[in-house]
């Protein structure tokens, strides 16, 4: 467990204030019969929250993307309305069904298809119906990426400290009978984050190899190889692309950055390692915030 710096506590305070404000729009939409909207609206502001528990860097890039494209749709309703065209208050973001949020399970998505949908989501979706509002919340959104901007490039980012910490220790560093870290996350934003700020800490940036969904299936064969047999590669940083069915046993040392919402898939990642034919001790971390 971690507890948050002063920096983090204000930049959770403050998306979890926009969350809950959305959430209670979306939630009273819902009541007056305008379930589609407020079913996706909340779909987008809780995808905001996991992003916001995984990195600076996810909750930093989510936030961009939204404010862009919030201000996108702002310019597009007051060039409608300056030529006198019909003004449309979009239900769903293109490419999404609401089948595909109601009775919203997350074991029936993988990491990749959850992340993709998450992405469309919390890009477009808003309670706001009018030029005026979607540049209210352009303008509330914008405080927030400053300060996901700040914590992100401050180095006051707790959760990456205590990764750090184990990558210091004599434990990782010892080698002494050749154990390999895996690090997991569950979002690409991270991935990329956390992989780039290991291979600084090490100072070699051929130590790091990641693997994701995006990446093809022979070429994760490839990188699981090279981390199985490769000295010199010492962390792999997945998603759970890398979780299931494959034998990881060179590394004995496992950080789940981000914790799935099943917890059957700690124990799947987890296999990776600790498992038959494994002759060393396997430690697993998981880091948590707390307040």
Known sequence: ?????????????????????GMNRAYLMQEEGDKRRGLVIGFALAGLQRRLASSPA??????????ERLTDQAAELRRLAAAGEPVPITELPKGVRIADLEDFDFDDYDDEELEALEDIVIDAATAAATADELEAEVLELQVLVDLADGVRSSGTDTKWQELRDLLRSDLFRSGADNGKLIVFSEH??????????????LGRPEAVVTIHGGIKRHDRRDIQDRFRVDPTVQVLVATDAAGEGVNLQVANMMVNYDLPWNPNRIEQRFGRIHRIGQKRPCHLWNLIAIS
Do not use: P
């Not at 690409?188 to 800490?201: F, N, P, S």
């Open 1 to 21: 467990n971690f507890k948050l710096s002063d920096a983090e506590t204000e930049l959770y305070e403050a998306v979890t204030g926009y969350v809950r404000t």
């Open 188 to 201: 690409k934003d991270t991935l990329t984050y956390v992989a780039d700020r290991i291979a600084a800490e």
């Open 58 to 67: 996810a909750i930093y890039h989510s936030l961009r993307r939204r404010t």
